[in-house]
């Protein structure tokens, strides 16, 4: 990979942005980080911040960009993975959801084209909708409910790409655009409602598993490290393709699959409930990598069960850690195991998780 000397990683206290930074950082780079903390957190920065290459600001890039930031020089990169992307959280506050796509992409791409730094939109697998295509290409269009409860995420990450691309066509700056699948992984929320951090703490916490639906649906799990190692390798790509490109893990499963892992993974004796299914949750979802091969050389390499692992290993160490004590081999471990305390935290870790009253639902 050639070297660049500056990155600028929007949203860069978030799951993946906090991961970026610290693969970023190995690789040499100097970061500098923005967040909110809307749905970032300064714990997943812990290690970072002792790092003499890492600088972070607290603003929201809705706002204008903070006038230290904008003095900045030397920048080669800026990464744009500021938004709430699970389900509970970006409609929690569906107008600044949607603002921060549209008018924060247009502040940092505004700003790139002041350094005159490469741009990358993390955009998402949610532009295509509940796909009629399977598996679905980037020259699917999508098929998307422009008025519903996920419109704030799905029509603001379209209107980003829209903006990006603009930019590109009329030659203010080298852009990119990732449309990123279902991701997870160690600095995943506990509260952030998706499917895989609900499933495993649950589990952990011999809590009840909550299936949506029929549980048919599908969806296709990438493990964060591929997925970092996906979008540096699009930032650095210096060839002629100039559209989007697919990141995800094109191994497709039902969510009923899932739980089936998890639920062996933690050796758990949590009971399956049913519960309604989220208004236009999409049915199918699974990538279609050939571009990513083909352009990046690039697939995921860590395999479901070994990134559930470390997954588990995580969540189980947040109780602990929380709770002040060890509980020893936590991948391993029963949920008898986890002594009362810690399977507190675990519920308490989820307490703070957007009301379900504020999501829309449908019975299945
Ligand atoms: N889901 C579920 N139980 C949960 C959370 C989610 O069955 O506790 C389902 C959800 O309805 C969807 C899938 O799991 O069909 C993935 O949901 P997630 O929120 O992780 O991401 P999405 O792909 O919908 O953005």
């Not at 206290?13 to 749905?39: K, P, Q, Y």
């Not at 706002?63 to 904008?70: F, G, Y």
């Amino acid at each position: 990979m050639k070297r660049k000397s500056s990155c600028v990683v929007a949203g860069g206290a978030g799951f993946v942005g906090s991961n970026l930074c610290e693969a970023l950082l190995a690789n040499g780079l100097h970061v500098i980080c923005i967040d909110n903390f809307r749905t970032g957190r300064m714990d997943n920065l812990r290690a970072l911040k002792r790092e003499p290459r890492f600088t972070f600001f607290e603003a929201d890039i809705i706002e204008a960009l903070p006038t230290s930031l904008r003095r900045q020089r030397g920048i080669d990169w800026v990464f744009n993975l500021a938004c709430a992307a699970s389900p509970p959280h970006y409609q929690a506050d569906p107008e600044h959801t949607l603002l921060t796509s549209v008018m924060g992409t247009r502040n940092l791409l505004a700003f790139a084209e002041q350094v005159r730094a490469r741009f990358l939109l993390a955009s998402t697998s949610e532009i295509y909708g509940d796909p009629q295509t399977h598996p679905q290409v980037e020259s699917y269009w999508g098929y998307v409910n422009p008025t519903g409860p996920r419109a704030c995420y799905d029509e603001g990450k379209r209107a980003a790409e829209t903006l990006v691309f603009d930019y590109g066509r009329a030659q203010r700056g080298e852009v990119r655009v990732a449309r990123i699948f279902n991701t997870y992984g160690p600095r995943m929320r506990a509260d952030d409602g998706r499917v895989v951090s609900n499933v495993v703490t649950q589990a952990l916490a011999g809590d009840d598993i909550t299936i949506y639906g029929s549980g048919r649906q599908t969806r296709s799990f990438c493990y964060v490290g591929d997925l970092v190692a996906g979008l540096i390798r699009l930032m650095a790509y210096d060839g002629n393709y100039s559209g989007a490109v697919n990141l995800g893990n094109p191994v497709e499963m039902t969510i009923h699959e899932l739980v089936g892992k998890v639920l062996r993974l933690t050796s758990s004796e949590s009971r399956v409930v049913r519960r309604p299914l989220p208004v236009d949750d999409p049915q199918r979802r699974c990538p279609d990598i050939s571009l990513a091969r083909r352009l990046l050389n690039w697939a995921p390499q860590v395999k479901l069960e070994e990134g559930l692992r470390r997954t588990i290993a995580y969540f189980a160490e947040e109780a602990a850690n929380a709770a002040s004590f060890p509980i020893g081999n936590p991948a391993g471990t029963s949920t008898r195991r986890l002594t009362r305390r810690s399977s507190a935290r675990l519920s308490k870790m989820k307490d703070t998780s957007i009301p379900q009253m504020e999501r829309t639902f449908i019975n299945p």
